[in-house]
């Protein structure tokens, strides 16, 4: 099986995340710990969290994966960026420590020019700052489509942060179907060489989460647009062989498609009839 949601607005607080996402049919799904666009957070309320773990025990939900701000860029060639970001990171990682057992997943960064080697060592330098063997939490980084200055848009990419970081044990990956198709691998027609090749650079025992998305683009595009399922250059078949994967069972599948609320349930209810039909 898989766990199928989508990304939910914190506005009404942690227990209606997960109510709403009950309404909707799904058992996962992912919130923004802070304005996506910004740096803004609204304080968190420690009995709403706690009305919210009991939700997720009495109805079954799987691991959720809360998403950092698209604004935070650890490896920016300007240092009140990194630091910026740095501090988000840090806040961030506090803050989900009040939902323990769960994912902090992120953009890796762009490194605006410094070149990707530079890249990569602030943004483990950064990690470094922040992780602690303590934590209860795991942090992600995401698949990218490699657009612009980009990290992330390569497995190896991925693979030379986590190697850098000295709390591993802390570290997976997010698979993003939409930006890793768009950065060049062949999800459609090679899934499992893709998913073979995964695991001979970082291994899939560190893919903890996947963001479903069809793509707008051509493989190979490195645009990053989204398309509900189906709808884009992927196509609802190779949809449903990645949500049926043997290698991808267990792990929550995160819907970031533009829809509204009925797209999403409809899409939930798409993929839990697959799960249904095998």
């Given amino acids: 099986m898989i766990y199928i949601g989508c990304h939910l607005s914190v506005t009404d607080g942690y227990e209606a995340m997960g109510k709403t996402m009950s309404r909707f049919g799904g058992n996962t799904f992912a919130w923004f710990t802070r304005n996506p666009r910004g740096g803004r957070t609204k304080p968190v309320c420690p009995e709403d969290v706690e009305a919210l773990l009991a939700h997720l025990k009495k109805e079954n939900f799987g691991p959720l994966a809360a998403h950092g701000s698209y604004t935070m860029n650890l490896c920016s060639a300007k240092e009140e960026t990194r630091e910026n970001g740095l501090d988000m990171l840090s806040k961030d ?109 970082i291994g899939l025992d560190r893919l903890k989460a996947v963001h479903f998305n069809d793509s707008k683009n051509e493989r190979g595009s490195h645009k990053d647009r989204h398309e509900k399922l189906g709808r884009g250059e992927l196509g609802m078949e190779a949809m449903k062989r990645i949500a049926l994967h043997p290698k991808l069972e267990g792990l929550p599948f995160i819907l970031e498609t533009p829809n509204d609320d009925e797209g999403y349930m409809e899409e939930i209810r798409t993929v839990k009839n697959w799960m249904k039909s095998g």
Avoid at 183 to 193: E, P, R
Wanted: hydrophobic share 35%; glycine share 12%; net charge negative.
């Fill in 93 to 201: 990682l506090e803050r989900m420590e009040m939902v323990p057992g769960n994912y902090y997943n992120f953009h890796p960064g762009a490194h605006t020019g410094q070149g990707t080697e530079t890249g990569i060592r602030q943004i483990a330098d950064a990690l470094n700052r922040v992780l602690r063997t303590d934590m209860r939490t795991t942090v992600l980084l995401e698949t990218m489509a490699g657009k612009g200055t980009e990290i992330g848009g390569t497995f190896e990419e991925l693979r030379e942060i986590i190697d850098r970081v000295e709390c591993p044990n802390k570290m997976g990956v997010c698979f993003d179907t939409c930006h890793t198709w768009d950065a060049g691998y062949d999800i459609v027609d090679d899934l499992d060489g893709v998913l073979q090749h995964f695991d001979d650079v």
